[in-house]
């Protein structure tokens, strides 16, 4: 009996044609190594008074062809999705590196900036009613200015009203809120000058006086 022709690749994953009792499990993917197999045993099993007709021999051969050719493309695809992330990742480094020498604002950052005698403003965001104290300190830990004030529960922007010289200065920022259940933890943005750039795997962290920050955490750049 003439073993079946093997079926047509959109039907893989299903059951033989009428007259093969061979059944594909659903769960399997058949590659090229796997369809080639079948053929050959196809092929070394035949019956020679019943042989492969040259049209069906010719179809499969043109089926495996197919398969060739979708399995070098997938690989072709993935190769130039590979390099397309490496090309990303290297322009946004160097775009990060475009920032060295530049001051950003940044979530974390407990300082503040002073050139040409102005002083870049420190901007916390409280999320409740409370008193807010903070102390700007010079690069020994000499307290330089205190004040403290309300917060509302808006954003509050600090900025001493005193001259100070050009250079970075430290901030400490204190909140203590009405409701003592209320979280007294407060987001300080401040400002630093950013004097290197790197990558941690596919976050861009610029180095800044005073320690790192990740390029999503900047709220504004100078």
Same mark, same amino acid.
């Given at each position: 009996?003439?073993?079946?022709?093997?079926?047509?690749?959109?039907?893989?994953?299903?059951?033989?044609?009428?007259?093969?009792?061979?059944?594909?499990?659903?769960?399997?993917?058949?590659?090229?190594?796997?369809?080639?197999?079948?053929?050959?045993?196809?092929?070394?099993?035949?019956?020679?008074?019943?042989?492969?007709?040259?049209?069906?021999?010719?179809?499969?051969?043109?089926?495996?062809?197919?398969?060739?050719?979708?399995?070098?493309?997938?690989?072709?695809?993935?190769?130039?999705?590979?390099?397309?992330?490496?090309?990303?990742?290297?322009?946004?480094?160097?775009?990060?590196?475009?920032?060295?020498?530049?001051?950003?604002?940044?979530?974390?950052?407990? &300082? =503040?900036?002073? +050139?040409? @005698?102005?002083?870049?403003?420190?901007?916390?965001?409280?999320? %409740?009613?409370? #008193?807010?104290?903070?102390?700007?300190?010079?690069?020994?830990?000499?307290?330089?200015?205190?004040?403290?004030?309300?917060?509302?529960?808006?954003?509050?922007?600090?900025?001493?009203?005193?001259?100070?010289?050009?250079?970075?200065?430290?901030?400490?920022?204190?909140?203590?809120?009405?409701?003592?259940?209320?979280? &007294? =933890?407060?987001? +300080?943005? @401040?400002?630093?000058?950013?004097?290197?750039?790197?990558?941690? %795997?596919?976050? #861009?962290?610029?180095?800044?006086?005073?320690?790192?920050?990740?390029?999503?955490?900047?709220?504004?750049?100078?």
């Amino acid at each position: 009996m003439a073993i079946g022709s093997v079926p047509n690749l959109n039907n893989v994953n299903g059951v033989y044609p009428s007259g093969s009792n061979l059944k594909v499990d659903r769960r399997l993917n058949l590659d090229k190594d796997a369809f080639l197999k079948i053929l050959i045993t196809e092929l070394t099993t035949q019956d020679p008074l019943d042989p492969l007709r040259d049209r069906d021999f010719i179809a499969q051969l043109a089926q495996l062809s197919q398969l060739e050719q979708i399995v070098s493309m997938n690989n072709s695809i993935g190769s130039m999705i590979s390099s397309l992330s490496s090309a990303v990742n290297s322009m946004r480094f160097t775009m990060a590196s475009n920032f060295i020498g530049r001051i950003v604002q940044a979530e974390g950052l407990d &300082s =503040t900036v002073v +050139v040409k @005698g102005e002083v870049y403003p420190v901007l916390v965001e409280t999320g %409740g009613k409370g #008193i807010l104290s903070y102390t700007i300190y010079d690069q020994n830990g000499n307290p330089l200015y205190r004040e403290s004030l309300e917060s509302n529960g808006n954003n509050v922007v600090l900025k001493p009203s005193i001259s100070l010289p050009d250079g970075i200065y430290r901030v400490k920022v204190d909140f203590k809120p009405y409701d003592n259940s209320a979280n &007294s =933890t407060a987001k +300080v943005y @401040g400002w630093s000058l950013v004097n290197g750039a790197m990558m941690d %795997g596919n976050d #861009i962290v610029l180095s800044v006086s005073g320690g790192d920050v990740k390029f999503d955490k900047i709220k504004s750049i100078k």
